[in-house]
């Protein structure tokens, strides 16, 4: 955990600041949460959330796929749009739902100035991302509750096939800042839909993103990225092992219809990548 992430926390109890000392962060009245040894740290609190988050085997095998680099030019498109100054604020980016973390690291590389805060609830998820970056920090945390960050802490907050929770991300993001979405099309890893059984992406999802956001934000950029990529089997294996169909299918059947392919399979990669603003800054400006 690096001190200065640890400085945009706020307590999950009683909402003041956190200090990180030696292992342990610390607020001013004495709630205390423990660094655990693989460097994240847990804010939950109270009574138990009902999500638990991706599977360690869900994360490994996002990692494999994300790793391979299936999914550079969605990553490079996030960075690219983190990428414009916000004044001369040096960035302060959480990714919520953050996975490995690998879209937060490639966005914090983009500043030496930069820092990166990664919020999942799967601890499997915030061990690796509080590995994904030397200037990334990992915690446990439920987007459906009040984000353990501070009012205005944070320059970016970015939502990659992820929980989104627009009001918790207007009370935490700077008045100029910038939220940043995106989210898959019907077209997205189709192929792979019918012979294995993948769960279909709705088509309503673009819909629903945008009246979710209509009333704090206004879309200031929408950059559609789509593209093909070639995968094996153990791609093809990753990429269903590390979403929901993961949940769906039993690993035999998942096994069978994977091995029914063609040795290569040309699928298509097709997200929509947004960029949202406060409506405050805007009518201000
Ligand atoms: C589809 S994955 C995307 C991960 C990462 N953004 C990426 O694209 O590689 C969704 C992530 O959201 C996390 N998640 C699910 N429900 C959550 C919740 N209520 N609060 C925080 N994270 C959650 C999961 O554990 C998982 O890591
Ligand atoms: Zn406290």
């Known amino acids: 955990m690096l001190a200065e992430v640890a400085e945009l926390l706020a307590c999950p109890v009683c909402r003041s600041d956190l200090e990180l000392e030696q ?51 969605i990553a490079r498109t996030v960075a690219d749009i983190v990428g414009e100054p916000i004044g001369d604020r040096a960035p302060r980016i959480v990714e919520i739902g953050a996975g490995t973390g690998y879209y937060l690291a490639r966005a914090v590389d983009r500043s030496d100035d ?29 987007a459906w509750q009040a984000l353990p960050i501070l009012d205005g802490a944070v320059t970016h907050a970015l939502s990659i096939f992820s929980p989104r929770n627009p009001d918790e991300v207007s009370r935490v993001l700077c008045s100029d800042g910038l939220y940043i979405v995106a989210t898959p099309t019907s077209r997205h890893l189709c192929e792979l839909v019918a012979p294995i059984g993948m769960v279909r992406v709705d088509e309503e999802k673009t819909r629903r993103l945008g009246e979710s956001m209509s009333a704090g934000f206004e879309r200031i950029d929408r950059v559609p990225v789509e593209y093909a990529v070639e995968l094996d089997h153990a791609a093809v294996g990753a990429v269903v092992g590390m979403g929901p169909s993961a949940h769906h299918l039993s690993p035999q059947v998942r096994a069978e219809a994977i091995a029914a392919l063609p040795a290569v399979v040309s699928v298509t990669v097709s997200v929509v990548v947004s960029a949202y603003r406060p409506r405050l800054a805007i009518t201000s400006a």
């Open 114 to 142: 930069a820092l990166g805060l990664g919020i999942d609830i799967s601890k499997a998820a915030a061990r690796r991302a509080a590995r994904a970056h030397p200037r990334v920090a990992a915690v446990v945390a439920d």
């Open 23 to 73: 292992s342990v962060l610390l607020c001013s009245r004495g709630h205390s949460f423990d660094v655990a040894r693989q460097g994240y740290v847990s804010l939950v609190t109270g009574a138990a959330t009902k999500f638990t988050g991706d599977t360690a085997d869900m994360v490994a095998a996002r990692a494999e796929f994300l790793d391979a680099g299936h999914f550079d030019d």
